[in-house]
């Protein structure tokens, strides 16, 4: 539930506490999945389309699009729900990329996915060429 603490003066919930939530849910897809240590590498693009007021619930739910060797690429939707009248609304999605990493934390593989629905199938298709864009614009160290 939003509270006050996490609003701003209009009483929405702010940006900041909303991708902090939304690293959460993303690294518990990631962890589930892979059963190891994650780190997030990357996060794409994040825009905000409606509110959360306090007192409203958040809701977040994670999935694992893809798996690339120690990468990770996790999609996540949120939801603003009002828990008076039911209604849900769509307020923001997002790609976060995770890399699993060993106890010493160097990237370490992970275990593919096993696609079921023509869902899981559509998402770890599109994933590729998000992870090409990604890839292409990522920090390159010593530059
Ligand atoms: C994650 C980390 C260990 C990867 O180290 P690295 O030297 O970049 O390792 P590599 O180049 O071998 O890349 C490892 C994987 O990450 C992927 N990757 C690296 N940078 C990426 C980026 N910006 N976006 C998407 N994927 C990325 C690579 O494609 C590779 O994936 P694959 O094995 O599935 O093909 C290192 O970048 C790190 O520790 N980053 C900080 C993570 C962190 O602390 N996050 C919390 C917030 S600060």
Redesign the pocket.
């Known amino acids: 539930m939003v509270l006050p603490q996490d609003a701003n003066p209009l009483g929405y919930i702010l940006g900041g506490r909303v991708m902090h939530l939304m690293d959460i849910a993303a690294a518990i897809a990631a962890h589930r999945h892979s059963h190891s240590h994650v ?4 996060v794409d693009y994040v825009d905000f389309r409606n509110p959360i007021r306090v007192g409203e619930l958040i809701v977040l739910k994670s999935s694992v699009n893809r798996v ?4 990770l690429e996790v999609g996540v939707k949120i939801f603003s729900e009002n828990f008076i009248t039911g209604e849900r609304k769509h307020t923001t999605s997002a790609y976060l ?1 995770f ?1 699993a ?1 060993d106890a010493n ?3 370490t593989p992970v275990a593919p996915l096993i696609l079921e629905t023509p869902e899981d199938h559509r998402r770890f298709n599109d994933a590729l060429e998000r ?1 090409e864009i ?2 292409a614009h ?2 390159k160290r010593g530059r």
């Not at 780190?39 to 990357?42: D, N, Q």
């Open positions: 780190v997030t590498v990357s690339f060797k120690t990468s990329t890399v990493v934390r160097q990237p992870r990604r890839l990522r920090f």
